[in-house]
Nanobody, 117 residues
């Protein structure tokens, strides 16, 4: 599975951005897709994820502001980010996890989101 993320950029506080991540390869292996982020000097953290059934999870810090979607459990996952704040500044990474008892993790290259105050 290969993941290609896009959509990052420089915005002002209160603005919106939409990140996209396109999966290719053995996408039938994928059970969950999501987004992580890593801010300077901090550990990588889970932002949001969605499984093939459409169930979603959000970190408390983004609930009500971010929306993850994966239409028809297809090849692309989106992260709509509204009301962005400087604390959202980070490199955002697309992630996919395979099915099975020992799931494999796949990562895309990060896309930088910078929110100025």
């Amino acid at each position: 599975v290969q993941l290609q993320a896009s959509g990052g950029g420089l915005v002002q506080a209160g603005d919106s951005l939409r990140l996209s991540c396109a999966a290719s390869g053995s996408i039938d292996r994928i059970a969950v897709m999501g987004w992580y982020r890593q801010a300077p000097g901090k550990q990588r953290e889970l932002v949001a994820r969605v499984n093939n059934g459409g169930s979603t999870y959000y970190a408390d810090s983004v609930k009500g502001r971010f929306t993850i979607s994966r239409p028809s459990a297809g090849m692309t996952v989106y992260l709509q980010m509204n009301s962005l704040q400087p604390d959202d500044t980070a490199v955002y990474y697309c992630n996919a996890r395979s099915r099975g008892t020992l799931p494999a993790q796949y990562w895309g290259e990060g896309t930088l989101v910078t929110v100025s105050s």
